[in-house]
């Protein structure tokens, strides 16, 4: 039987949703408030799901230790206390939206966990307004 | 890839749970204090989930504010500080319980949110008993 | 040194605030969804804080599940699942705002609780307005 | 269509994560501070989801009232103040990580449900680290 | 008897602590990460407490949708999605520590509201930090 | 104007409420399950209030940062992941009682702390018990 495990972790982050393609009417109009070229931020809620069995020997699917140490030095050291659209290579040319950072994250994690795993992000940008990846 | 996301938003509304088919000693016996017929209330708390793909030009699946603004005209002017026995038609022969109201929320959101996307509700009644529709 | 405890305990009741001796049209313009004359409803959270010397012997100021049972007799199984304009006489001819409701639970509590002890209510209407008695 | 339920419960326990099978040394490098011989605790989360058709004449996947019931008999009567390792037969020789508390709730309350009703466990052990079963 | 009542509101916002009296390098010693150049941000959760007599035709101290908008008009529209060191003229020339944004959010606040009622202010900066005006 | 600054940390332990001077009967009859000689245990909260003026050059009455790191070296260390009884000196023949555990936490802090600073301690022992020290 396969098991999930949770962590939840969070980081707080400057970001401008603005499409450089639009003009700046389209910009406003679309993005509202989040457009503003002097940026907001955001505590985001992290919480980063792993799927598979559970080893007989530990009684974990993975170490909780390991999981949140590797979410930090991966995504809380890139994204903590920064601006995503100016300090973060990943958004230069792809706009910060809730999901899109959620995707970035999904990706970063992918390549640092175990392939035998399934992963699942959630990112709460605000306590009301959340994603999932995959869906 | 498909993702979801997730707009909460709350009303408050009273309600009695009440099977007109039954004797009263057995619409209490089932219902127990919920079958009070000066009715009790809750602050609902509701969770509206939308899957589906990222546009590539806004970084969206849905925009939250257009989400928010269809959650308020179609559930929350319609639930919020009213009585659902006796103000909401939905519920003028269906029992109010949180299955049957999250239902309701469920078929209204489907009708104005676009034929793409997918969608399940979440229904607090308490922090601690909640529905998901569908399963 | 004195020091304080709490207990969290919650009601679910439905409610009308109305003033009799107005119209009905100053009634809707002072309380608006709040006048319905069907009723709303509330998934009330009651901290009680009771303030008093720690026993040497027991180490607490007074036992959480006393506290809590003497909670559940007086102001819980009074409230609870209840209309309070209805239902409780206490709101017969005193309007069931948050402000009344928790003047009345900390004026029943005090008369419970062993008078050396002070006591505050804290009362969540919602989680986004709630009151405390006394100041 | 098939909703699903939520109840949340909780229960407070003391725990130590060892493989006696190992050495000292290793369960120190594996477990760290949860290894600690003189135990330490938690405030356990527990969340019941029970997936089912709505019954038309109630209204209710289940009754909540019924499915706490279960809950309390066979799950906090068992596990509330206790030690896992030393009170609890269950875990006399299975590790009592988080994930294998819930396969064995998860275990428990499927004997006890109707065999229609799908069950998925979620638990919390702190905030932060929680489980799913099955994934 | 006095009583307080609470409303709970929330905005969003980009800043940077930063003296410009001094050098960079002591305030990377002394702000760390939050001297960010390039800014970071944070979902500040405000409850506003007023405190004063019941007014015994509404049972109200304050009507808390008066209250609501008194902080929408004059502190979120503000502050709400703004860059607080460019966008906010209080911050011109005063750091936007939680401290601060807390003590100009209260001088705003007295301001706009009777001066018979006392009032405090909790800024939420993060779930773990925060802080009250006056002590 | 004197402010207050928070920071919330946590930490989970074991625990046993025993009175030795009292005969095992008594001690059941007052603690009930919380005598239980194998522990039982919880997940602490610990808010920890800080009252003073605000510095002018730095906007802060205490840096947060210092802060956390006093609590995790005086107080964390020393009770997270233990058996409040058998691991920490300080309950050698003091009744762990969330308000004796509160008291010993205010006294640490207190000797840590800056003079001129005024010292609270809220410890939650669940989400629905708790203490504040002093009242």
Redesign the interface.
């Known amino acids: 039987?396969?098991?999930?495990?949770?962590?939840?972790?969070?980081f707080?982050?400057?970001?401008r949703?603005h499409?450089p393609?639009?003009s700046d009417e389209m910009n406003t109009n679309?993005f509202?408030?989040?457009n503003?070229p002097?940026?907001?931020?955001?505590?985001y809620n992290l919480i980063v799901?792993v799927?598979g069995e559970?080893h007989p020997?530990?009684?974990?699917?993975m170490?909780?230790?390991v999981l949140s140490d590797i979410i930090k030095e991966n995504v809380l050291d890139r994204f903590?206390?920064?601006?995503l659209n100016?300090?973060v290579p990943d958004f230069q040319s792809?706009?910060?939206?809730?999901?899109?950072i959620?995707?970035v994250i999904w990706q970063i994690l992918k390549e640092k966990l175990d392939k035998n795993l399934?992963i699942k992000v959630t990112l709460y940008e605000?306590?009301?307004?959340?994603?999932?990846?995959?869906?």
Request: hydrophobic share 35%; net charge negative; glycine share 4%.
């Open positions: 039987m396969k098991i999930s495990v949770f962590r939840k972790e969070h707080n982050a400057a970001h949703l499409n393609a639009w679309v509202g408030k989040c503003n002097n940026f907001h931020g955001h505590n799901k799927t559970v020997e530990t009684g974990y699917v170490d909780m230790k903590d206390h920064k601006n100016l300090d792809l706009n910060p939206t809730a999901e899109n959620a995707i399934e605000t306590e009301r307004n959340f994603v999932e990846v995959p869906a």
